[in-house]
């Protein structure tokens, strides 16, 4: 299931996210730092939904209350209850 997730707060614009039940295969970023982006899909490929939120929610970025991965958190999150509701 492809999810798109609009971001806020975070130099990337959007996040699109595909679930296999809830473990992500593919994380896609629009905007932001182009290393760090690159290097957070790959890194959260193959992992569950509970695992990306215990992993990246809370994290924050430059003195904001959130970051491109605290949005990833919250993306996959709302893709697996999109897909279960």
């Known amino acids: 299931m492809s999810y798109r997730y609009k971001t806020r707060g975070t ?4 996040i699109d996210v595909e679930l296999d039940g ?5 994380v ?3 905007g932001g ?4 982006l690159q290097a957070i899909p790959k890194l959260v490929e193959g992992l569950t939904v509970e695992q990306v939120e215990e992993k990246l929610t809370g994290i924050s ?8 991965g605290d ?4 993306a996959v999150r ?5 897909e279960n509701h």
Do not use: D, I, W
Not at 11 to 14: D, F, L
């Open 11 to 14: 130099c990337s614009t959007m």
């Open 22 to 26: 809830n473990v992500v295969k593919s």
């Open 28 to 30: 896609t970023f629009t």
């Open 33 to 36: 730092c182009h290393g760090n």
């Open 61 to 68: 970025c430059a003195g904001r209350p959130t970051s491109c």
């Open 71 to 74: 949005q990833l958190a919250r």
């Open 78 to 82: 709302a893709a697996y209850e999109a």
